[in-house]
């Protein structure tokens, strides 16, 4: 894959990931025996500054674990994961964490949830600002009107509560607590699944308009497969916690080569009356908890072979910054 | 459609709210016909669930104002209806499924229990027959192992899976129209095209009608037959959906579609409608989305405007809309 990316100082990627690997200890029941969770196995990419990795699966594919372990909010079992040149795993992880926490945020799901319903939304968007400490109230103020600016909000809205606000408005409102540092890298999580339809539009253009004017780099994770092609630059699409594919958005959208992503891609319901989507694939997504052996789509997938059910594909290149891991190629 | 299975006319819901009453659900008719697949969508606040909700009485009596209108079942009106005989009719001429599959389950009952509860209910069936039954509705709804399963409790099970005991539940005294309220919404899309097939096929084997209340335009494409476009409390549009899809009358609908994140192309920016979603407890003076509308004419914003004809089975809420399409079709 690096071969087939370019290496000029300025495209060279801002964060890498390799083998990244996180495991939770649970107990099953009262008195259960401890068992082990592997909620992210062995994942690696990259992203270049002034880009947007779209992470995408369903409901435990570990694509929320991956944006918390990128922003060092967990810390990894194994694996590498370097942050403008800096290693934030290992034993010097914490330091070399502390060196970049201001380059990085975190935009949440649930505008209602991650503002606190007793600050001011100006007090909220200048959070970041009072825990980094040093600066002046005027330039404090200066800071948050600019940023509502930045957002499209009128400056008067400082002064009001969260509840006041609509969702869309709560999330440019989260939006702009995560720029008040000047971050270079963001991870958006779900930020416009709990939007309605006409909201979502406004915020994802918000994001894009933000990354060109900033030169902010994103990951943003999302289940929603359309939502991320109007953003994203290049997608991984993760499977039970593997990754089973990463390509350009426009290779991934027009030729996806992973079964999964095929299925997956299948299975949207598209606003088109004469579409006729396919039998609905079978099966569930399979525990984490106790994998079997092989290729964790295995059980459900149409092109199955005997290899797919003793042996793990690897992620492997298939040129153009297509990476599939799946025996079929 | 000749005698539709279920009409209502011109119904208005109200709640109490600390800003005052709020109007929910604004003078919303609509007919469903036997067999039919009729889909309903809207954003948040546009009334959609409130009316679904209104057709078996579900409302917190303490908060709602008696909805004013009419819902005709079998030559009855369920509004007016004493709470006995709406009992026989919920759940067992007519039955509903929530978005939420695991608040909708009782987590202490088996789902035997949960399925049986119905059938001995409406059909005063005993234990065993319940139980036996219960596994011929799993069956029916293709849980696979439906004998073991049966005896499981709700926790146990995926969400695709409670979603499927939450219609055997439905499907179980065999009613004549399902009412489906986001079914798929909490779902993952994979298990979200399960589901769907599953209520299609259903359908077709039940003969029954369905009213399908989504925000998403995809699962209507995939499942409606006709669609009403709710926004703000009032029906907006009501149409065939392929000809909603190909020619959206209403501005707001044509909006809503051009806004969607698309699948199969690339666009460097959406198109956004402008501004946000009205506060319910705003009263908006003329056409609620002249507010937002691109096209609005000072008209709009004076004047309520009506549901108008604007073409076989279609209606529109937008005069200067139909009006402009009325002079296409005499040119």
Redesign the interface.
């Given at each position: 894959m690096s071969a087939a990316l370019k290496t000029d100082a300025a495209d060279a990627p801002i964060i890498r990931v390799r083998d990244l690997v996180k495991e939770f200890n649970v107990t099953r029941g009262r008195g259960g025996p401890p068992a082990i969770l592997r909620a992210v196995n062995h994942i690696s990419f990259d992203i270049r500054p002034g880009t947007t990795l779209g992470l995408v699966g369903?409901?435990g594919s570990g694509k929320s674990t991956t944006g918390r372990l990128l922003v060092g909010l967990i810390p990894a079992t194994s694996g590498e994961i370097s942050l403008f040149g800096e290693t934030i795993t290992g034993a010097d992880g914490e330091a070399a964490l502390a060196k970049v926490r201001s380059k990085l945020q975190f935009v949440f799901q649930d505008p209602h949830g991650s503002l606190n319903p007793r600050m001011r939304v100006g007090d909220c968007i200048a959070e970041p600002i009072d825990i980094a400490g040093g600066w002046s109230r005027k330039d404090r103020a200066d800071r948050v009107s600019e940023l509502l600016e930045t957002v499209g909000l009128p400056r008067a809205v400082a002064e009001r509560f969260p509840h006041e606000f609509?969702?869309?408005?709560r999330q440019r409102i989260g939006i702009a607590r995560a720029l008040a540092l000047r971050p270079d890298f963001v991870v958006c999580d779900e930020p416009v699944s709990a939007l309605?339809?006409?909201?979502?539009?406004?915020i994802?253009?918000l994001l894009?308009d933000l990354q060109e004017r900033l030169g902010l780099s994103y990951l943003f994770i999302a289940?929603?497969?359309?939502?991320v092609?109007?953003i994203a630059t290049d997608v991984v699409v993760m499977y039970a916690g593997a990754l089973v594919e990463q390509a350009p958005?426009?290779v991934l959208?027009s030729a996806p080569k992973h079964p999964y992503t095929q299925?997956?891609?299948d299975?949207?319901?598209?606003?088109?009356?004469?579409?006729v989507?396919s039998?609905?694939?079978?099966g569930?997504?399979p525990s984490i908890l106790n994998p079997l052996p092989g290729c964790a789509f295995a059980a459900r997938c149409p092109h199955v072979m005997d290899v797919c059910r003793q042996d793990r594909p690897a992620p492997r290149p298939t040129g153009e910054g297509h990476v599939v891991a799946c025996h079929l190629y | 459609m000749a005698v539709p299975l279920l009409e209502v006319d011109d119904l208005t819901v109200r709640f109490r709210t600390d800003a005052g009453w709020m109007t929910a659900v604004d003078r919303v008719s609509l007919a469903v016909g036997e067999g039919e697949a009729l889909g309903i969508v809207g954003?948040?606040g546009s009334g959609k669930s409130v009316t679904a909700l209104s057709i078996l009485r579900l409302h917190a009596a303490a908060t709602t104002r008696m909805p004013t209108g009419k819902i005709l079942y079998g030559g009855k009106d369920l509004l007016t209806l004493p709470t006995r005989e709406m009992r026989q009719i919920r759940g067992g001429e007519i039955a509903m499924i929530f978005q939420d599959p695991m608040s909708s389950l009782n987590p202490v009952l088996t789902i035997a229990d949960q399925i049986g509860e119905s059938l001995r209910l409406h059909q005063g069936v005993d234990h065993v027959t319940a139980r036996k039954r219960a596994i011929e509705l799993l069956d029916l709804v293709r849980i696979p192992d439906a004998a073991r399963r049966v005896d499981e409790y709700p926790h146990r099970l995926?969400?695709?899976?409670r979603q499927r005991v939450m219609i055997a539940i439905a499907i179980a005294c065999r009613p004549k129209l399902l009412i489906a309220d986001e079914p798929t919404t909490a779902l993952?899309?994979?298990?979200?095209?399960?589901i769907?097939?599953l209520l299609r096929d259903l359908q077709r084997e039940l003969g029954m009608s369905v009213i399908l209340i989504t925000?998403?335009?995809?699962?209507?494409?995939?499942f409606a037959r006709r669609v009403m476009v709710m926004y703000a409390g009032r029906v907006v549009e009501t149409a065939p959906?392929?000809q909603m899809?190909r020619r959206p009358v209403h501005p707001y609908t044509e909006?809503?579609?051009t806004?969607?994140?698309?699948?199969?192309v690339?666009?460097r920016?959406?198109?956004?409608?402008a501004g946000?979603?009205p506060?319910p407890t705003v009263v908006i003076p003329g056409c609620r989305y002249s507010p937002r509308c691109p096209q609005v004419q000072e008209s709009c914003r004076r004047d309520s405007p009506a549901l108008l004809p604007a073409g076989p089975e279609r209606e529109a809420r937008c005069p200067p809309r139909v009006a402009a399409m009325a002079k296409e079709t005499v040119a």
């Open positions: 369903e409901s609509s969702g869309g408005q309605d339809v006409s909201m979502q539009a406004q994802i253009n894009l289940h929603d497969l359309a939502v092609r109007s958005k426009r959208y299925a997956l891609l299975a949207v319901p598209r606003p088109d009356p004469d579409r989507r039998a609905a694939l079978g569930e997504v | 954003e948040s995926s969400g695709g899976m993952d899309v994979t298990i979200q095209a399960q769907l097939d925000h998403d335009m995809g699962v209507i494409a995939e959906v392929g899809f909006g809503l579609l806004a969607i994140p698309k699948l199969d690339d666009v920016r959406l198109p956004t409608i946000s979603i506060d």
